[in-house]
């Protein structure tokens, strides 16, 4: 209007959930809150003398082959928990640094994250720090931990002494009727929330953020299911040489597809509890390979925390 003196501060707090109430009750609108773990008040509460330390743990970098490319962002979140309960009670220190990679950042890479050579110029992480939080923890967690951990304990031999977990395989997101696993994705599903994604330090705080959330369907909490579930002992199967013709069964089985860039073997493959392994073959066996020949299945067995190994 006219006239009308401009109001020198936005919307209140309260003005805001009003405003955020009103449009949720029409039903045609669903607000997103940016994760703000500074604000959250389920992470300001004193841990107990028996509490351990996980990392939630991120990386940016140059390519998909660990032997090849490089880190130029690391992203770490540490919190105390409770390892019988699984709860959740503070962040006790955070980690975000730069790495130069001695050579020019792919374009498709400084597209999708932002980071250009300018802002890795002449930068290096600090080993002392990230070295002592690998020495503080029990536990790294990362979203997508087969990719993540071959680069940093490559960068930082301290953590291939630690156990990993990952948020994408050791959740059976498919039972609670999530159809994308991406970290954006979960957190919308999960908790309305948003993040800057494919930053480093946004993405660990967004594993962190999704830690502290229940699952869709089940209503469990994610952190205790992720904890139950990474001591448990599975195998991954990778259906080589499938038939094409095959892969509508394969996917509607749960299989996905690897291309073997990031280390496996380049087919469909799927994650089961070890005790399932005979079932899964004798499935492959009756419904995906011609007369039941499943030599070409590869399967890597996996012990507590997502570290694979093949199977003898």
């Not at 400084?110 to 939080?133: H, K, P, W, Y």
């Not at 507590?304 to 199977?311: D, E, G, K």
Request: aromatic fraction near 8%.
């Amino acid at each position: 209007m006219k006239g009308a003196k401009k109001r020198e501060s936005g919307m209140n707090a309260l003005e805001i959930e009003v405003a955020i109430a009103a449009l949720h009750s029409t039903g045609d609108y669903l607000v997103l809150r940016r994760l703000n773990l500074a604000r959250d008040p389920r992470l300001a509460r004193k841990a107990p003398e028996r509490c351990h330390v996980a990392l939630c743990l991120d990386t940016e970098t140059t390519g998909l082959d660990y032997r090849r490319d490089k880190v130029i962002e690391l992203g770490i979140v540490a919190f105390e928990f409770d390892p019988e309960t699984g709860e959740i009670f503070r962040i006790s220190e955070r980690y975000s640094g730069f790495e130069d990679p001695g050579f020019p950042i792919p374009a498709e890479v400084v597209e999708i994250t932002g980071i250009s050579d300018e802002m890795v110029r002449g930068q290096a992480f600090d080993d002392a720090s990230v070295n002592l939080l690998a020495q503080k923890s029990h536990l790294v967690i990362a979203h997508n931990a087969a990719f993540d951990r071959k680069f940093v304990e490559t960068r930082f031999p301290a953590f291939a002494k630690l156990p990993w977990a990952c948020t994408v395989s050791q959740i059976d997101w498919g039972a609670e009727r999530v159809s994308s696993r991406t970290l954006e994705y979960l957190l919308f599903k999960t908790a309305s929330l948003t993040i800057n994604a494919h930053r480093a330090l946004d993405d660990a705080e967004g594993v962190l953020g999704l830690l502290l959330e229940r699952l869709p369907v089940t209503g469990a909490p994610i952190f205790r299911t992720l904890l139950k579930r990474a001591h448990e002992v599975t195998s991954r199967l990778y259906a080589v040489s499938a038939p094409f013709d095959k892969k509508d069964l394969l996917k509607d089985r749960g299989y996905r597809w690897s291309d073997g860039s990031q280390g496996g073997s380049k087919a469909w493959w799927r994650d089961v509890p070890a005790e399932a392994e005979p079932e899964e073959l004798a499935y492959l066996s009756s419904e995906i390979y011609p007369r039941g020949n499943t030599s070409a299945v590869q399967i890597m067995r996996c012990d507590a925390y997502a570290r694979f190994s093949v199977r003898e």
